[in-house]
C-alpha cells in the first residue's frame, strides 16, 4: 500500500499538469504553442538544465558511467529496432527514430525529479542531452536523410547541457545573484513542458490507431529490456539505474511527429504512436518505477 501510494504521488503531478494542458485546448481557451515551446526551450528548460547540472552532488565517475550507459543504450535500441522493422516490413523512415528516443524532457525530467529529487533530476539531464542531441542528429538523418551535429550545437539547451558538464567537471559556480535568477527561469520549465505536452496530444490528429497500439508496446519492451540490461552491465548506482530505465521507457515526444511531418514521412501514424504510448504510460511508468522503488 505505502509503495503504491509513492508511485501515485510520483507519477500523479506529471499526468495531472499535461491533463490540464490538453482540457484547456479541448475547452477552447487560446494556447500560443509556438510562443510557449519558444520560451520554454530558449530560457526556462536550458536555465534548469545547467543549474542542475552545475548543482550535481554525484561522483564524476557516476557522471560518465550514465553517460556511456544512455550513449549504449541508444546503440543498441537503434539496432534492434531496425532489426524489427525490417522483419515486419515497416517504413523506416516513419517508425525508427520514434523508436529510439523517447520523450526524456517533457514527461522524464518531471519523472526523475519526484522520484529520485535533485540529484535525480540532474542525473535525468544527462540522458536528456543524449536524447535530444541524438534526436536533431542520428534522429534527423533517418527522417530526412540530413542532419547537422554542428548546428544542433547552437541549440540554448546543448549549450546550456556542455556549459553545465564543464562547471560540474570544474566544480565551479555561478554568482549567487545568477544562480537565483536561473533557478527561478528553471522553475518554469517542468510545468510548461507537462503542460504544453497536454495541449500538443491534443491537437494531434492520429491514424492507424491499432498498428501504433503494437508498435508502442514493442518499443516499451524494447527500451525497458535494453535500459535494464545496459543499466546493470555498467554496474550504475540505485539513482543511476533508476533515471536511465525511466528516461528509456518514456513515450514518443511530440518532436516526433513535427520531423516527420516537416520531412514528408507519414506524419498521421507517427501521431498515433505520440498519442497512444503517451496514453500507456500513464499504466506502464507507473509498474516500471514500483519495480524501481
Known sequence: MDLALTVAEIVAPVFLLAGIGFAWVKLGFEYRLEFVTRLGMTLAVPSLVFVALMQLDVERQSVTSLLLAALVAHGAILILSFVVLRLLNLDRRTYLSPMIFGNTGNVGLPLALFA????????????????????????????????????????????????????LWQ???????????????????????????????????????????????????????????????????????????????????????LLAEKYNADSTSVAGLVVISTVMSVASLPVILALLL
Not at 138 to 147: D, E
Not at 155 to 166: F, H, W
Not at 238 to 250: P, R, Y
Open 171 to 257: 566544480g565551479w559556480t555561478t554568482p549567487v545573484f545568477l544562480t537565483n535568477t536561473l533557478e527561478l527561469l528553471g522553475q518554469m520549465a517542468i510545468p510548461l513542458m507537462l503542460i504544453t505536452l497536454g495541449v500538443a496530444v491534443a491537437r494531434l490528429t492520429p491514424g492507424s490507431l491499432g498498428r501504433s497500439v503494437w508498435i508502442s508496446l514493442l518499443k516499451l519492451v524494447i527500451c525497458v529490456a535494453v535500459a535494464w540490461g545496459v543499466g546493470r552491465a555498467f554496474g550504475l548506482d540505485d539513482a543511476a539505474f533508476g533515471v536511465l530505465v525511466l528516461q528509456m521507457s518514456t513515450p514518443v515526444a511530440v518532436t516526433a511527429f
Open 116 to 167: 529520485f529529487g535533485e540529484t535525480g533530476l540532474g542525473l535525468a539531464v544527462v540522458v536528456f542531452a543524449v536524447t535530444a542531441i541524438g534526436t536533431f542528429t542520428v534522429g534527423l538523418r533517418l527522417v530526412a536523410g540530413q542532419g547537422s551535429f554542428l548546428k544542433i550545437l547552437t541549440e540554448p539547451m546543448v549549450a546550456a547541457t556542455l556549459l553545465g558538464g564543464l562547471f
